[in-house]
Nanobody
Framework: QVQLVESGGGLVQAGGSLRLSCAPSGRAFTTYAMGWFRQAPGKEREFVAGIKWSATSTYYGDSVKGRFTISGDNAKATVSLQTNSLEPEDTAVYYC????????????????????WGQGTQVTVSS
């Protein structure tokens, strides 16, 4: 069974950086795209960033554009998220996710269009 495992979360002061990583445990599998979402207490899960391997296209949520960078390795089904200039509003549990086939125009922004999820890693930004 495919499982995704996130790492790299932690406590950081505002203005700081963290690098989150995600890799599959168990057997390797083919992915079409991978993404990062986050969920803060009392809020809905929010799209953070996504990457499609076919054209190495990247996508970002408006709140993180210019501060976060997604990258990864298609062959290994690994994805990272470099988070810079962190703000207290970035505090959340961050989840990585994988699509095993394309969703056409739906793209990578909807969490319901992903096939596998990690357990999440906590990011806390202090002011």
């Amino acid at each position: 069974q495919v499982q995704l495992v996130e790492s790299g979360g932690g406590l950081v002061q505002a203005g700081g950086s963290l690098r989150l990583s995600c890799a599959p445990s168990g057997r390797a599998f083919t992915t079409y795209a991978m993404g990062w979402f986050r969920q803060a207490p009392g809020k809905e899960r929010e799209f953070v960033a996504g990457i499609k391997w076919s054209a190495t296209s990247t996508y970002y949520g408006d709140s993180v554009k210019g501060r976060f960078t997604i990258s990864g390795d298609n062959a290994k089904a690994t994805v990272s998220l470099q988070t810079n200039s962190l703000e207290p509003e970035d505090t959340a549990v961050y989840y990585c996710a994988a699509q095993t086939y394309g969703r056409g125009l739906k793209g990578v922004r909807n969490w319901s269009d992903y096939d596998y999820w990690g357990q999440g890693t906590q990011v806390t930004v202090s002011s």
